[in-house]
């Protein structure tokens, strides 16, 4: 029986096994897929454990060290200098199967990331999600707050490296939310939020404005617990289409299947796997 695993520290409940599990069901196959809680100072020491994986996910703190596993990286992978996946062989090939996650749920979501964007925060998954849209060439407004500045300034040097004649602007977000004067009133295509603004258990709050969603058409929020934040909520209710971010966790763990396996997979099937695993948060 093939073996795979997600390896990471700490991994306290995780969906992953699930997921990977309908995955691999879909595709006919009995697999074993196991939870690898493996601490950083212990990395180095795993490496002859992990190759007895025919492929494996890695979580934090792990991206960037596993790098020194691989024998090649993907394109993303290097772009972001991180890796989310490796499939085991001849060589250990590392991924980064994040940015696809993203970019197929915008395709999901019905929107477009060459398009006018607002994008809240820019830590972590956010810069991902920055750089994606510079480099599908889309009108980037990026919100933050004053005192991440300094994050959002690196990101726009990286952005203008890669695509010298981005479209990128920064504002400020204040006490009160989203509100800043030069975006009041402005329309977007799409917002994407990258805070935890919203997540569980403070799931009473929304990282932006109400007023800023009069103004928007597709909202795509990265948190998925809870399954309906109130970002997403607000925005259908404004006639705004929403989606939550169990999409692109699930869509992460479809590319890391086409890369060990080549897989492929029915839209429905897909579909009623985000849907079965948004009623296990």
Known sequence: MRKFCLIGHPLGHSLSPQIHARLFELSGEKTEYTLQDIAPEELAAKHGFL???????????HKMA????????SEEAKRYNSVNCVKNGEKKIGYNTDCIGFTKSIEMLGASLKSKVLL???????????????????????AVLKSDLPLVEKVIEEITE??????????IIGENGLCADDLRGERFDLLVNAT?????????????SADVLDNVRFVFDLIYNPRETLLTKTAREKGCKALNGMAMLVLQAVAAHEIWDGASYEKEDIDRLISDMEELV
Request: hydrophobic share 40%; net charge negative.
């Open 162 to 171: 890669k695509v010298p004649d981005a479209h990128v602007r920064v504002a």
């Open 196 to 208: 935890p603004v919203g997540m569980f258990p403070k799931s009473d709050r929304i990282p932006c």
């Open 51 to 61: 190759e007895e994986f025919d492929g494996f996910n890695i979580t934090i703190p």
């Open 66 to 73: 596993i790098i020194d596993y691989c024998d090649e990286l």
């Open 120 to 142: 809240i925060g820019c830590g972590g998954v956010g810069r991902m999600a920055a750089i994606e849209i510079a480099l599908e060439g889309g009108e980037l407004s990026v």
